[in-house]
């Protein structure tokens, strides 16, 4: 896709959303989160911190709007009684009835049946409309996409990361996608938690890429539906932003930053370690 301005159809599910989506743990304001979100970027997932600015933020669209969002919550819980009353003090704390995916965290193995049983008691109640999944295990994709492919799978959505340090998905990940009816993808960890904008950090004579390079690079794949991103400010809000307007990256771009990303990944450790890099 030529134009990161144009909402895509996230999986089979008939949401549709921006290419750029937000999380809600680095700060930023409720009028920076509505903002974007009427600018495109309506996808907000209130995930590892729930911060509160956030929630507000997706009340007051919801109010709006309620189809014009696209509203996740998370879960790391590993036990099955715990998910309902998160999700359900979530929902009160936002003010909707529902949220459009529960996303079950980091798991590196299929999550077992008493908690897929849990999760999809609360979408038989109505309480979320789809669950997605998000790994550390990149690897375990290829066989949660054969059981999507037969239709088996209870998840509509995947979520891992990929940026231009850590492209290992797109040998284990991506060719691994179905033939037919694709889940959703997103991805995550876009400027490799800020490491590819860190001057300290780049080859000799480089300078770092903007943010909005990174997100470029995530959403020039063609099997990545949106990228995540993570502002702490206005500023940051729109250098992401910037990414949609300026759409794919050019070959140039695409080397620079790609050479940029194996020289950090040689020499500096990431935050947290991924299965498959």
Known sequence: MTDFRTPVSLGTTGLKVGRL?????????????????????????????????????????????????????????????????????????????????????????????????????????????????STHNRPLLASMFE????????????????????RGAEKDVFPFLPAGPKPGILTYTTTRWGHLLDPKKMPPGETPPPASDCYRFALSNENVDVALCGPADEAQMEEALRAL????????????????GDFIYGRHKPNYEDLGD
């Open 21 to 133: 989506g937000i999380g809600s743990s680095f700060g930023a304001s409720t009028k920076v989160i509505e903002d974007a979100a009427e600018r495109g970027a309506n996808y907000l997932y209130w995930g590892s911190i729930r911060r509160p600015a956030f929630g507000r933020a997706m009340g007051n669209l919801a109010r709006r709007d309620r189809a014009s969002v696209v509203l996740t919550i998370q879960s790391y819980s590993r036990v099955p009684a715990l998910i309902a009353p998160s999700v359900e003090i979530s929902l009160r704390r936002v003010g909707v009835e529902y949220f459009d995916f529960l996303l079950l965290g980091k798991w590196d193995k299929r999550p077992g049946d008493g908690l897929l049983e849990a999760a999809l008691r609360l979408k038989e109640q109505g309480k979320v409309r789809h669950l997605m999944m």
């Open 147 to 166: 059981e999507y492919d037969k239709g088996e799978s209870p998840f509509d959505v995947f979520m891992f990361r990929y940026n231009a340090v850590h």
């Open 245 to 260: 307007e300026r759409g794919p990256l050019k070959p140039d771009e695409r080397e620079r930053i790609e050479r940029i």
